[in-house]
């Protein structure tokens, strides 16, 4: 059973930091990609960052390039989400997805068969 549980999320004034945590339930070397994604009502869940886990690499939509990072700890089998920066827009549900199998859409929700619960984050004006 693959569990992956999200933490760190609060409220915060635009232009504050916050770092979120996606801690997952198995040796983080058997999944292919992880990601951060987001979901405000209304709206489609939105890719933010994601990482394959074997090499490094790392993607970004242009709307949070510079100002959010991705990066795993593997000995602690958690991925993180540090989020400088934030702007009012940011708010919304922040959960973490895995894939086992491949990376080839690495910010697209529909490819991630693993979730998290979700973990909210508000940013104020």
């Known amino acids: 059973q693959v569990q992956l549980v999200e933490s760190g999320g609060g409220s915060v004034q635009a232009g504050g930091s916050l770092r979120l945590s996606c801690e997952v339930s198995?040796?983080?070397?058997?999944?292919?990609?992880m990601g951060w994604f987001r979901q405000s009502p209304g709206k489609e869940r939105e890719g933010v960052a994601s990482?394959?886990?074997?090499?490094?690499?790392?993607y970004y939509p242009d709307s949070v390039k510079g100002r959010f990072t991705i990066s795993q700890d593997n000995a602690k089998k958690t991925m993180y989400l540090q989020m400088n920066s934030l702007k009012p827009e940011d708010t919304a549900m922040y959960y973490c997805?895995?894939?086992?199998?491949?990376?080839?859409?690495?910010?697209?929700?529909?490819?991630?068969?693993?979730w998290g619960q979700g973990t909210q984050v508000t940013v104020s004006s």
């Open positions: 990482i394959v886990i074997g090499g490094g690499t790392t």
């Open positions: 198995v040796d983080i070397h058997r999944i292919n990609c």
């Open positions: 997805g895995a894939d086992f199998v491949s990376c080839w859409y690495p910010l697209d929700a529909v490819y991630y068969k693993y």
